[in-house]
């Protein structure tokens, strides 16, 4: 996938070796949240039971699913921002589940995060350039050599938003920012948490190619959350489909689209206006 | 040239407001009767009330004198007192720093511990040091002040001796007042800094700070705390201008001569002029420190700042 010696995105070079290693590896993975209904009893919600999954380095993999199956309760352990209540999460060979404190803010940076709303995920009093600055300043030893206005070229933004705050910049802007926030720490592996639904389609088209740029130009593994079929089929190598907290199938995304093995998998397909997945082919 | 026309916006509110504040004053106070029987006690002829009447020009319909009232005010003269015989703007003058360094003690204090305090139940949310935190600043807003400020002089200057009960001095004196005062703003800052707070630590910002390996301080105080602010400055403004026009119950309790002991003295002798001059100033207070407040806004959120220059 990556040829070795490859200059990459943030100007490293990439050897083969790595690009073949595992970054991601979840071992039975349960995430139960206790929640209050109608009684004043708290109620087990098993948001994920029983979870494996693994991506390789350079690998985009889609993870798709209905609103409640589970994906963004999977996605917020992987990025040590949620709760785990049993099961591994190795990122790069660290069990995230085991660290606490710094070591464990440390090892965040491992992993990072591209949310759905790109204005709600910057905050509203800080420009862009203070919070490219503030990442600098936090992991000084990991944090890519480039200059921010370099980072921002890299992703298609003009240097002269650095002063601007995010009530000033589009959308698709500042989907571009919290993608270079991400970049910028060279994480092993970036999750994209439904990270065009808030876009425009021709914008949305753009950031998807940002993402393809991203992975040939430095080895990068993706973990794409969405329930957007068409760009996970157009974008991803392998995808895992969730349902009700458990993965009802995995495998290749051409074999899953094409001969789709379990009765949810083909409901999901069926739902995607244009069942022929026209949109798919028209390049989105 | 947008900022100016924004400012000449605001000044002209504040004006309006001043005038309505000033002519409610005025009107009331003469609803509470006449002041001359008051002043020249019970033995008085009718001719000497008259007569002191006429000297205070008391005898005009009451148009005529709210339009000289205005018109004094308009020259920045607060008029003279009733009863004291001086100027009213001399008497405000001669309490005035009294009031600033009870209100600043407060205020310091219910800032400086209320801002952590809200800062942490909302970080403890649900947990037991949100609970504590929560219910004992529910405590401290519903407990009467001149309440507590008795039992702390049972405490702290009858039972241990520590403290004085009363009167200025030294700084000895100011704490017990001080202390009283503080709960209100306490109390108020703390609740609001950790409703504030916990709203904003909901956002996607917060998460994505997180996500990008900030720590919990720097998450909690700069991200957080900053979007979260513009309620809690709002309230400190109001406080502010709430205790510097007169904390009328803790001054009382602790005889502090500020205006607060100074408002009530008015209204015991009826001074209608003077409490007048009282309701003006503290409505001057209070509109210059909600313009200071509003110029915050702008420096606080960057969002305000762009609708302004738009």
């Not at chain 1, 094409?258 to 998998?265: A, F, I, M, Q, V």
């Not at chain 2, 400020?149 to 702290?156: K, R, S, T």
Request: proline share 4%; aromatic share 6%.
């Amino acid at each position: 996938m990556v040829s070795p010696g490859v200059v990459g995105f943030l100007g490293d070079k990439i050897s083969m070796e790595n690009s073949l290693s595992r970054v991601l590896d979840v071992e039975s993975l349960c995430v139960t949240h206790y929640v209050r209904r109608t009684s004043a009893r708290r109620v087990p919600l098993h948001a994920v039971a029983g979870v494996d999954m693994h991506i390789q380095s350079g690998e985009i993999v889609g993870l798709v699913g209905e609103s409640g199956s589970g994906k963004s309760s999977l996605s917020l352990a992987i990025a040590a921002l949620g709760k785990v209540t049993s099961g591994k999460i190795q990122v790069s060979g660290h069990d995230l589940t085991r660290l606490r404190g710094k070591s464990l803010r440390h090892a965040r940076a491992d992993v990072q995060m591209v949310f759905q709303d790109p204005h709600a995920s910057l905050d509203p009093r800080q420009t862009i350039g203070g919070g490219l600055n503030e990442i600098r300043k936090l992991h000084s030893g990991r944090v890519s050599k480039l200059t921010n206005e370099e980072l921002l070229l890299r992703v298609g933004l003009s240097p002269g938003i650095l002063d601007r705050v995010p009530s000033q910049i589009s959308g698709g802007q500042a989907q571009r920012v919290s993608i270079t926030r991400a970049m910028m720490l060279q994480p092993a592996l970036l999750i994209a948490d439904e990270p065009t639904s808030g876009l425009d389609a021709s914008v949305q088209a753009q950031i998807i190619d940002l993402f393809r740029t991203l992975r040939v130009d430095s080895g990068l593994s993706i973990l794409f959350v969405s329930h957007n079929l068409a760009v996970v089929r157009q974008l991803c190598d392998r995808a895992y489909v969730m349902k009700e907290g458990v993965v009802v199938e995995s495998g290749d995304t051409k074999t899953i689209f094409e001969s789709p093995k379990h009765s949810y998998t083909k409901l999901l397909i069926d739902a995607v206006p244009g069942k022929n997945l026209k949109l798919a082919e028209s390049g989105l | 040239m947008k900022f100016f026309r924004y400012t000449l916006k605001k000044l002209g509110g504040a004006l309006i407001t001043l005038v309505l504040a000033a002519s409610l004053a005025f009107f009331i106070s003469h609803l509470a009767g006449d002041p001359t029987v008051q002043m020249l006690g019970m033995s008085a002829t009718p001719e000497q009330i008259a007569e002191l009447k006429a000297e205070l020009g008391f005898d005009r319909p009451l148009v005529v004198q709210y339009g000289s009232f205005i018109n004094e005010l308009a020259h920045a003269d607060l008029g003279q007192s009733l009863y004291a015989g001086e100027s009213n703007f001399a008497l405000i003058q001669s309490r005035i720093w009294a009031s600033i360094q009870l209100t600043m003690v407060a205020m310091v204090l219910g800032v400086v511990l209320g801002i952590p305090l809200g800062v942490y139940a909302a970080a403890r949310e649900g947990r037991l040091a949100d609970r504590v935190i929560s219910s004992l600043a529910i405590l401290g807003q519903s407990i009467p002040v001149f309440w507590l400020g008795l039992m702390l002089v049972l405490l702290f200057s009858i039972t241990l001796n520590w403290l004085p009960a009363g009167l200025s001095g030294d700084w000895k004196n100011l704490v017990l007042p001080a202390v009283t005062l503080a709960t209100i703003p306490l109390a108020r800052v703390s609740r609001l800094t950790r409703a504030a707070m916990s709203n904003t630590l909901e956002d996607q910002f917060i998460t994505a700070a997180r996500a990008r390996g900030l720590g919990n301080k720097r998450v909690l105080f700069v991200h957080a705390l900053k979007n979260a602010s513009l309620p809690v400055v709002t309230l400190i403004g109001m406080q502010m201008g709430i205790l510097l026009s007169g904390a009328i119950t803790v001054e009382t309790v602790f005889a502090w001569p500020g205006l607060g002991s100074l408002a009530t003295q008015a209204v015991r002798n009826q001074d209608l002029t003077l409490v007048q001059a009282l309701v003006v100033y503290g409505a001057f207070l209070f509109v210059i420190i909600n313009l200071f407040v509003e110029l915050l806004y702008g420096v606080l959120d960057p969002r305000i700042r762009d609708a302004r220059q738009q």
